[in-house]
């Protein structure tokens, strides 16, 4: 029997979003489709029958400048990956979306999370004209957006897993003067990002290698991290964090709570973490798969060597790593 016709639905609507045990689900079949050979590629990609288990990339871009290289992709590179990413089917989604396994997009469709690294300039510059702030079109930020003007079946969302106070502007985009980036905008720029429908995410407060340090240290770093962020977006929910080089502290669990106290505040500040980046690993699974693991999430890192169409096209292959495609309908999750 082909994986086509054994297309099942599994109905959430009696048991509600959450129940993971197969067995207290019902199961319905599903209309069988056409044979995918047979269509031209854009009723192919439509037809693409739902397999709500199926994988998600999360994307992980560092810097978006003039030519790829080490943790840089060039600006043609990543408006080139945005236009294969959208040809072939795959609508942006957040981190809270998959946290709180509520995924609606269209049918056929396959959602895929992106993350930015490091809040470099090269990610989210603003420009001056004429007194007003224009966020500069050859930014990251600039060129994402610009896409989905042009392309408005997909939103702004993605993950900035941002850095307050590292060298070189990678301090919430810019300071000193940096790439033109004034100090100033660094606030600013978090709330136009979030305003815009995109979230944040910790990186840490400078990018320390986290198992070269104390546990006090560690939770130093996490929690002025997350503060940071809050001094921008006072109660804004972190709900990720990305591990600086994908290393973990030498106690584990350092990076999912801790607390650090602020000397000048007078005050403990605790920071929680439900989801936790690696910096390669692959697709990630479905939040409907058992096995899915927001405490360690595999991403797939594109820079320099490290191009996009080989995942995607290991993805359309039947089998484990095979790719997450909506049914439509975010109450059943269809396998
Ligand atoms: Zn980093």
């Known amino acids: 029997m082909s994986r086509r016709s054994k297309t099942l639905v599994l109905s959430l609507a009696l048991v509600?979003?959450?129940?993971?045990?197969?067995?207290?689900?019902?199961?319905?079949?599903?209309k069988p489709h056409r044979s995918a050979s047979a269509l031209p590629m854009a009723r192919r990609l439509a037809a693409l029958p739902p397999n709500e288990l199926g994988r998600i990339p999360?994307?992980?871009?560092?810097?978006?400048?003039?030519?790829?290289?080490?943790?840089?992709?060039?600006?043609?590179?990543?408006?080139?990956?945005?236009?294969?990413?959208?040809?072939?089917?795959?609508?942006?989604?957040?981190?809270?979306?998959?946290?709180?396994?509520?995924?609606?997009?269209?049918?056929?469709?396959s959602p895929v999370l992106f993350t930015f690294d490091d809040a470099s300039p090269s990610q989210f510059r603003y420009l001056e004209r004429g007194g007003a702030l224009v966020v500069d079109p050859s930014s990251a930020v600039g060129i994402l957006l610009d896409f989905i003007k042009a392309h408005p079946d997909w939103k702004a969302k993605g993950l900035?897993?941002?850095?307050?106070?590292?060298s070189v502007g990678h301090a919430f985009f810019g300071d000193k003067g940096i790439d033109g980036q004034k100090t100033a905008w660094r606030f600013p720029k978090l709330r136009?990002?979030?305003?815009?429908?995109?979230?944040?995410?910790?990186?840490?407060?400078?990018?320390?290698?986290?198992?070269?340090?104390?546990?006090?240290?560690?939770?130093?770093?996490?929690?002025?991290?997350?503060?940071?962020i809050d001094s921008a977006l006072p109660n804004y929910k972190i709900r990720g964090l990305a591990l600086p080089y994908g290393i973990w502290p030498k106690n584990k669990a350092l990076a999912y709570s801790g607390v650090w106290f602020d000397k000048k505040a007078k005050r403990d500040v605790t920071y929680a973490n439900e989801a936790v980046f690696l910096v390669a690993g692959g697709p990630a699974r479905s939040p409907f798969d058992p096995e899915f693991n927001a405490k360690a999430l595999p991403r797939v890192p594109l820079q320099g060597g490290t191009k996009l169409t080989p995942t995607l096209d290991a993805m359309d292959k039947p089998g484990s790593m095979a790719r997450y495609v909506s049914d439509?309908?975010?109450?059943?999750?269809?396998?």
């Open 328 to 335: 439509g309908n975010p109450k059943t999750i269809a396998r």
């Open 192 to 228: 136009f990002l979030v305003d815009q429908g995109f979230e944040l995410c910790n990186h840490t407060l400078w990018h320390a290698q986290l198992n070269k340090f104390s546990d006090a240290v560690v939770q130093e770093q996490l929690a002025r991290g997350a503060l940071a």
């Open 16 to 30: 509600g979003l959450g129940a993971s045990a197969p067995s207290a689900l019902a199961l319905v079949r599903a």
């Open 160 to 166: 900035f897993c941002a850095l307050p106070a590292a």
């Open 58 to 109: 999360i994307l992980e871009w560092h810097q978006v400048v003039d030519a790829d290289g080490s943790y840089k992709v060039s600006r043609e590179r990543f408006k080139a990956e945005l236009t294969e990413l959208h040809a072939r089917g795959y609508v942006p989604i957040n981190l809270s979306e998959m946290l709180d396994k509520k995924i609606d997009i269209p049918a056929g469709k």
